[in-house]
């Protein structure tokens, strides 16, 4: 499978990044439905690994699957100012890090991500992205509809899936996979699309993807929210969204990405519009657990700050240090 990348504007505009890395003698495919996007080649087999590169490091491009570019290139295809931006399922943040890029860092952009574990990784990677206009969220995303409903003015659901698009890069993706287990994906997704579907706002765009490529994950699960709100519901056929799209358009007008079609993981994208408002969700019955972060008291911020700066490591002065069991943010 090609490694692609994609450059993080935040930092450093595509022209500049191409003469910075120029010298490296690194090959540069452009991605043609994502205008930062580059399938990349080095020579040599003692190169430094790509995500241990200083330019890496530093934030100036990201390590993203081509396919994965997508969903966003969607979001924005018919909405290119929204300013309120909800991505449901966001770690690691691949697709966070390219809306805030698309917005400018303007706006503001709620990541959610049920996985406590992979909160941590998105928080990083949207640090070192350089990204200011985004909160973070630690919840099921079936609770937004009720608690935040229509709120937003784009919503990208890249929905947990079975995988089955990204075999060629991990076969032990099918590890767990069975019929079975599809059909009760599936009815996660039809809850999920549900929600973030209350939580739109009447005229905003909703985005649906996933990495697998079966029909009960996929289009059955947008026809099923056609089919429950009849007349709140417009498909966005994606056939101009690049030059070559018409390769995975299907009959309904989504993408459905087959490995072989462009070289690249299978993906699926559909893009919808609400075009009118529908009956509220009930109020939402969770309770909000206890804050699980503490601030460091003062001299412990300035033993910690003291420390980080002698390895040269600095924040600014405005910022916060929490403590949550061991680990400082």
Not at 20 to 45: N, S
Not at 87 to 115: C, H, W, Y
Request: proline letters at 6%; glycine letters at 8%.
């Amino acid at each position: 499978l090609r490694r692609s990348i994609r450059v993080n504007t935040l930092k450093i505009s595509v022209a500049d990044f191409l003469s910075l890395v120029a010298p490296y003698g690194w090959q540069l495919t452009p991605v043609p439905w994502c205008e930062e996007g580059f399938w990349i080649e080095r020579d040599g087999d003692d190169a430094l690994p790509l995500g241990s590169t200083a330019e890496h490091l530093s934030g100036l491009f990201y390590i993203q699957e081509a396919s994965s570019m997508l969903p966003v290139a969607a979001l924005f295809a018919d909405n290119p100012q929204p300013e309120r931006v909800m991505d449901v399922a966001a770690a690691p943040g691949s697709k966070t890090t390219q809306i805030a890029a698309r917005m400018g860092n303007a706006g503001g952009i709620l990541a959610n991500e049920f996985s406590a574990s992979r909160v941590k990784v998105l928080h990083a990677n949207i640090s070192r992205c350089g990204i200011s206009n985004v909160a973070l969220t630690h919840f099921d995303g079936r609770v937004f509809g009720a608690a935040l409903p229509e709120t937003f003015d784009a919503i990208l659901l890249d929905a947990p899936c079975s995988g089955e698009g990204v075999v060629r890069k991990d076969a032990d993706a099918l590890k767990n996979w069975s019929p079975e287990s599809n059909l009760d994906i599936a009815a996660t997704q039809r809850e999920l699309i549900d929600s973030a579907f209350h939580a739109l706002r009447p005229g905003g765009t909703l985005v649906y993807s996933t990495c697998t490529l079966n029909r009960e994950e996929n289009q059955s699960v947008v026809q099923w929210l056609l089919s429950r709100y009849p007349q709140a519901v417009e498909i966005l056929p994606l056939g101009d969204l690049f030059s070559g799209a018409a390769d995975a358009l299907t009959a309904e007008g989504f993408l459905h990405v087959f490995p072989q079609i462009y070289d690249c993981e299978g993906f699926f994208v559909a893009r919808l519009r609400k075009t009118a408002a529908i009956d509220p969700l009930p109020a939402p019955g969770y309770k909000v657990g206890k804050f699980p972060f503490t601030p460091l008291k003062s001299r412990e911020a300035a033993a910690v700050t003291a420390a980080a700066s002698a390895v040269g490591l600095v924040w600014d002065a405005g910022h916060t240090l929490w403590q949550r069991d061991k680990e400082l943010w």
